[in-house]
C-alpha cells in the first residue's frame, strides 16, 4: 500500500439554541483535560479519568492544542452550509499521482487522507468536526483519548504513504496535524459505515438522552428531531460517498479505523459493516469468501477489503518467476472470440454463484467433445469502469493481492472483439442489466486491457488460456461445432426439431401399439 488521497467531510447543519448546550458540555470536558493528568496519577482515580492520562503524552503544550480542537468544533457548528451545494461543486482540473485518468481518482464528494488537503473542495474540515460530534451524541466517544490514539498511530499511518506524493504545503514533522486527518477521516468513515437507518434509528432515544442530560436548561426543545433530519441528509448522499471511498489514492490506513471502531463498541466487526455498506456495488460480492474463519489478518484500507470481498481465494496469485510468461501471451494473442468459440462446440455458461470475476472452462459431463465456459453473471453499471479502474491500480500496487481483475479484464477483452461477440453474450445472459451499447462494452473492456498491458499476469489465467485454445483445435471438437452451426444454428431451431423428434417418436409407438392391439384380438 503506497498511494492515499485527500481529505474533507460531510456537509450538515448543526446551529441552533436546542443543539449547543449539549455541545458546549461536551467541549468542556475538553477544556479540563489537561487537569486531569497530574490527578490521574493517583491509584484512588476512576479509570474513566485515566482516560485523560494519554493526553501528558501531547507534551506542555496539550492544553493549548485542546483548545485549538475546541474552537474548531465551534466553528463547525456556527456555520454548516447545506449539502445540496455538493452537486453544484466543480474544481479546477489537476493531474492525479497515480497512472489513471482524472475522472477515475477524483473524489466526489469527500476526500480521505493527506494527498489532496491543499486544494480547496466542497466538504471541509469543519463539516467533518461536526460529524465527530454527531458520532459523539450516538455513541458517547472520548475525543481526547481519541486524539491520542491517532497521535500514538501518526508514524505508522504515515509510513503508509509515498511522501513524494504529498503536496508541498503538507508537513510530515506534524503529527498532531496528522492525527487530526485520522482523526476526522476515520470518524467519518465510521459515521458512514454505521449509519443505516437500522442503527441511526436504534440510537436516537439514547442520543435524545445524551443532549438532555448534558444541560437541563435544554429539555423544553429536545434536539433529536434537529439532528435525525441533518443526519439523514447526510446518508442521502451514501451512493457517491460509497464511490470516493473506492479510489486508491483516496484511502486512509485500514488499522486505522480499526483503532477508533472499537470506542463504538457495537455487535459486528469493522470488516461487516463495511461488507455491508459496499454490498450493492458491482461486481457482486463473492458469497463463499464470507462462510467460515477466512478473514484475512490485516486489510490495507478499504479498497482492499472491497477487492477481497469480490475475488475468489487462493486463485490469480502471480508468483515471481516469469517463465510461463511468452506462452501465455501466445495463448491471449490466439484465444478464440465468443463467435469463434461456437465452431468448436463450446457453450458460454452463465455462473451465478462464487466470484464474479473468475471465469473456469470445463468438458461437457455428458458429452466429453462439448467445451463449457463458465463467465459470472456481470452487471455492467455507469460507475463499473471507475471501480474497475480502480480495482486494476490496487492490484497493480499490491501484487500480494493477486490480480483477478486484471486477468478477468484481459480474457473478457479476448473474447469481446465485436458487437456480434457481445449479443452472444447478452442472449446467454451472462451481460445483464447494462445500459451500454454493444459496441460501448467492447470499448469498455478495451480500455482496460490498455492499463494492463506490460504487466505479468497469473498462471490461472494461462491456465483458463490453455484450456480453451486446446478444445478450440480438437478436429473432433471443430467437427461436431460445424455440425450443430450447420444443423442447428439457432437454439430455438434446435429445440423445435428435439421437440418435433421427440413427438414423431411418441406417434410411432402409438401407432404400432394399435396395430398389435388390432392383430391380437
Not at 82 to 99: N, W
Not at 302 to 317: G, I, Q, T
Not at 455 to 480: E, G, K, W
Not at 492 to 512: K, M, N, W
Amino acid at each position: 500500500m503506497r498511494r492515499i488521497c485527500r481529505s474533507t467531510g460531510i456537509y450538515a447543519e448543526a446551529s441552533g439554541p436546542a443543539f449547543e448546550p449539549s455541545v458546549r458540555h461536551w467541549i468542556g470536558e475538553l477544556s479540563d483535560a489537561a487537569s486531569y493528568e497530574e490527578a490521574a496519577s493517583s491509584p484512588a482515580v476512576e479509570p474513566s479519568v485515566r482516560s485523560w492520562v494519554g493526553l501528558s503524552a501531547f507534551g506542555p503544550s496539550a492544553e493549548g492544542w485542546i483548545g485549538e480542537v475546541q474552537e474548531k468544533i465551534r466553528s463547525a457548528l456556527a456555520a454548516s452550509p447545506s449539502l445540496s451545494s455538493i452537486s453544484h461543486f466543480r474544481r479546477s482540473p489537476e493531474i492525479c499521482k497515480f497512472v489513471l485518468d482524472e475522472a477515475f481518482c477524483r473524489p466526489r464528494v469527500v476526500a480521505i487522507g493527506p494527498y489532496h488537503r491543499h486544494e480547496s473542495t466542497s466538504v471541509t474540515d469543519a463539516d467533518k468536526w461536526l460529524i465527530v460530534c454527531l458520532m459523539n451524541c450516538l455513541y458517547g466517544i472520548d475525543l481526547a483519548g481519541s486524539l491520542v490514539k491517532m497521535k500514538n498511530q501518526a508514524a505508522a499511518a504515515l509510513a503508509c504513504y509515498s511522501f513524494a506524493d504529498l503536496c508541498e504545503s503538507f508537513d510530515v514533522e506534524d503529527d498532531r496535524g496528522f492525527a487530526e486527518v485520522l482523526l476526522l477521516d476515520s470518524y467519518f468513515i465510521l459515521f458512514m459505515l454505521t449509519s443505516s437507518e437500522s442503527v441511526l434509528m436504534s440510537r436516537e432515544i439514547r442520543s435524545r438522552l445524551m443532549l438532555i442530560e448534558s444541560d437541563h436548561s435544554s429539555t423544553e426543545n429536545p434536539p433529536s428531531p434537529l439532528v435525525m433530519p441533518r443526519v439523514n441528509e447526510v446518508v442521502l448522499h451514501r451512493d457517491n460517498i460509497m464511490l470516493d471511498l473506492l479510489i486508491l489514492d483516496n484511502q486512509i490506513p485500514f488499522f486505522v479505523v480499526e483503532e477508533l471502531f472499537e470506542e463504538l463498541k457495537l455487535e459486528k466487526p469493522l470488516h461487516d459493516y463495511a461488507l455491508e455498506f459496499f454490498g450493492t456495488i458491482h461486481p457482486r460480492p463473492n458469497r463463499d469468501r464470507h462462510r467460515g474463519q477466512n478473514i484475512p489478518p490485516k486489510f490495507f484500507h478499504l479498497l482492499d477489503l472491497f477487492h477481497w470481498s469480490r475475488v475468489p481465494e487462493n486463485k490469480y496469485e502471480v508468483v515471481s518467476s516469469s517463465h510461463c510468461q511468452p506462452d501465455g501471451v501466445y495463448w491471449a494473442r490466439y484465444t478464440p472470440t465468443a463467435m469463434e468459440l461456437r465452431k468448436s462446440a463450446t457453450v458460454l455458461e452463465k455462473k451465478s454463484s462464487g466470484s464474479s470475476l473468475d471465469i473456469a472452462f470445463r468438458r461437457g459431463r455428458i458429452i466429453s467433445v462439448i467445451g463449457v465456459l463458465n463467465i459470472p453473471n456481470l452487471h455492467i453499471r455507469d460507475y463499473s469502469s471507475f471501480v474497475f479502474h480502480n480495482l486494476i491500480a490496487f492490484e497493480m500496487q499490491s501484487q500480494s493481492r493477486g490480480r483477478c481483475t486484471m486477468a478477468f479484464s484481459a480474457f473478457m477483452r479476448n473474447l469481446l472483439q465485436s458487437e456480434e461477440d457481445v449479443k452472444l453474450l447478452r442472449r446467454r445472459g451472462i451481460l445483464a442489466n447494462t445500459s451500454m451499447t454493444d459496441g460501448e462494452l467492447v470499448d469498455f473492456f478495451k480500455r482496460l486491457s490498455r492499463l494492463i498491458e506490460n504487466y505479468q499476469m497469473p498462471s490461472d489465467l494461462y491456465a483458463v488460456y490453455y484450456q480453451v485454445l486446446s478444445h478450440h483445435n480438437r478436429r473432433m471438437s471443430r467437427f461436431c461445432g460445424s455440425i450443430i452451426l450447420q444443423y442447428f444454428p439457432n437454439p430455438l431451431v434446435t429445440l423445435s426439431v428435439f421437440a418435433a423428434v421427440v413427438l414423431f417418436v411418441l406417434t410411432l409407438l402409438q401407432t404400432i401399439y394399435t396395430i398389435l392391439s388390432y392383430y391380437h384380438y
